[in-house]
């Protein structure tokens, strides 16, 4: 069965700290791995689209690489407005379903 | 501005009672989908749309339909609404099947 999985479910950081957020997928034959980023009471923002294993993208503070099981979303030196659900997806060439994780809820204190 | 809008954004209703929530987006994208959003169960995929007059299920269909007869809208129907389906709801769009922008919601609520 097709699977996302995200870690943590929450993370709090201070504010310069560092961190890394997990998602790990078991979907067969891979279109495409997507990162969102949510604020509460609205819709999710789209971040980043990745195809291949080895693949990276970044935006300002965040950059996504992706290997052939996980996906990492990398936050250098955060600030709190980073502060917000982020959203891994996956997508089965078969098909045009969307699989959401759970989501990793970050809090970023000053 | 590009974006994705829906009406209504908040409705309560009863048991039964048909309702079509609209979504519509300025983009000229051709994908379009409709989310639902539960809390301890994420974001589950209802109904997508590849372009005009042609969608297909996504995880949770049961319970809802769907129509794209021009490529700007794509609502969501509810024949028959039952409590199961009070959830908040997100239209999304986009190009070559990514979900690029999302709509603010329509929270839901049946009794």
């Known amino acids: 069965e097709d699977q996302v999985t995200q870690s943590p479910e929450a993370l709090r950081l201070q504010e310069g700290e560092s961190s890394s957020l997990n998602c790990s997928y078991t979907v067969s034959g891979l279109r495409g791995l997507f990162w969102y980023r949510q604020d509460p009471g609205k819709g999710p923002e789209f971040l980043f689209t990745?195809?291949?294993a080895g693949e990276e993208k970044e935006k300002e503070r965040l950059k996504a690489t992706l290997t052939k099981k996980e996906s990492f979303l990398h936050i250098t030196a955060p600030k709190p407005e980073d502060s917000a659900t982020y959203l891994c997806a996956a997508r089965r060439i078969a098909g045009g379903k969307l699989i959401f994780g759970q989501g990793t809820e970050l809090s970023v204190k000053p | 501005e590009a974006q994705v809008t829906q009406n209504p954004r908040y409705l309560i209703t009863v048991t039964g009672k048909k309702l079509t929530v609209t979504c519509s987006q300025n983009m000229n994208h051709e994908y379009m989908s409709w989310y639902r959003q539960d809390p301890g169960l994420g974001l589950r995929q209802i109904y997508y749309?590849?372009?005009?007059?042609?969608?297909d299920k996504g995880d949770v269909p049961e319970g809802y339909k769907v129509s794209r007869k021009e490529k700007r809208n794509f609502p969501l129907i509810l024949e028959s609404p039952s409590p199961n389906q009070t959830s908040l709801y997100f239209c999304a769009s986009g190009q070559r099947e990514v979900e690029q922008f999302f709509g603010p919601g329509t929270r839901l609520t049946v009794l």
């Open positions: 749309s590849m372009n005009v007059e042609v969608t």
């Open positions: 990745l195809y291949s």
